[in-house]
């Protein structure tokens, strides 16, 4: 048998210790209004939104990623796995089009504090804001959360968000540089796997979630059916629930194919799912494999990628 358990739980024990990095570092460093401004103000990035790509004011949190690589875009290097480029984010209340945020010398990052450490030489820069809705609770809060749209609140892939193209510049800390990056580019909505004969995707309104947030709020599931579900309709089967972090892909990484996808093949995480997930499905498909379904959950809050 594939020991699926002992690959997730290597992977989740990795993110639990990034998480906990993270929490370290926020309680740690004073965030950059408590922290003495020392770092240069000739550091500059300034970011703005045409109309065209939103037509209102925006609150939310803006970010600037920093890269010496083009290629995934730098908004795209941020995360959780492994390294991740220098990333330096800031609140915005009501910014207009056309109106300009800043992120400068005294703006906190991860995991380079401050633009004032980032050594002089070209750069891939990109920008990103993480666009906020303003939620009036049946609890009597207000608060001001980004909603997740079904991508699992990875702000750097959420639909509606905006981006800026990837700019190459030259950053020299000691002469001081301006950088204006426009947000043009709003991230499409998340593309639904498509069902086959062995995996089914299910997505409700939940009426209670949306009555709490008075926003809509969706829950949702993913169905691994067995080997000959479709003949035997008179059949009930055991059922493994699956508790995971957020994710739209087949369970156990069930997959039919040996190969993974070519945007994907460079990736190590992607691959040993490929492989791990092919030989479930050789498993799955046996004559003498246990019959039953396996379901995993979607149910994004606004404060995680999951409830």
């Known amino acids: 048998m594939v020991n699926l ?5 290597r992977e989740f024990c990795r993110f639990c210790a990034a998480v906990l990095a993270s929490a370290v570092l926020a309680v740690l460093v004073p965030p950059s209004s408590a922290r003495p401004k020392t770092a240069p ?13 939103h037509a209102e004011p925006i609150t939310g949190r803006v970010f600037v990623a920093i890269s010496n690589r083009e290629i995934p875009e730098p908004r ?3 995360g959780f796995w492994g390294d991740t480029s220098p990333l330096f984010g800031a609140d915005v209340v009501q910014l207009q089009p056309g109106e300009a945020a800043l992120i400068d010398g ?3 990052g991860y995991p380079t504090n401050s633009l004032a450490d980032i050594p002089a030489g070209d750069y891939y820069v990109q920008a990103l804001i993480n666009v906020y809705t303003q939620c009036h609770r049946s609890d009597g809060h207000a608060l001001w959360v980004h909603l997740d749209q079904w991508e699992g609140q990875q702000f ?6 905006l981006y800026s193209d990837v700019n190459k510049v030259h950053l020299d800390p000691a002469a001081g540089y301006e950088v204006n990056l426009s947000l043009t580019k709003v991230i499409p909505p998340v593309e639904i796997p498509k069902d086959t004969e062995w995996v089914k995707h299910i997505k409700i309104q939940s009426d209670l979630l949306t009555k709490f947030w008075g926003q809509p709020i969706y829950l949702g599931a993913t169905v691994l059916l067995p080997k000959g579900y479709d003949s035997h309709a008179s059949v009930s089967y055991p059922v493994l629930y699956q508790q995971g972090h957020f994710g739209l892909g087949a369970p156990m990484h069930f997959t039919t194919q040996d190969e993974p996808q070519p945007e994907r093949a460079k990736n190590r995480l992607s691959q040993n799912n490929v492989e791990t997930g092919y030989q479930f499905y050789q498993a ?7 019959r039953m379904l396996i379901v995993t959950f979607q149910h994004p809050t606004p404060f995680f990628d999951d409830s």
């Open 5 to 9: 358990r002992q690959t997730e739980t």
């Open 41 to 53: 103000s000739n550091l500059r990035f300034k970011i703005s939104f045409p109309a065209s790509s």
């Open 76 to 78: 795209l290097q941020v």
């Open 106 to 108: 005294t703006t906190l």
């Open 156 to 161: 750097n892939r959420s639909p509606g968000n």
């Open 284 to 290: 799955w498909n046996s004559a003498d494999f246990p």
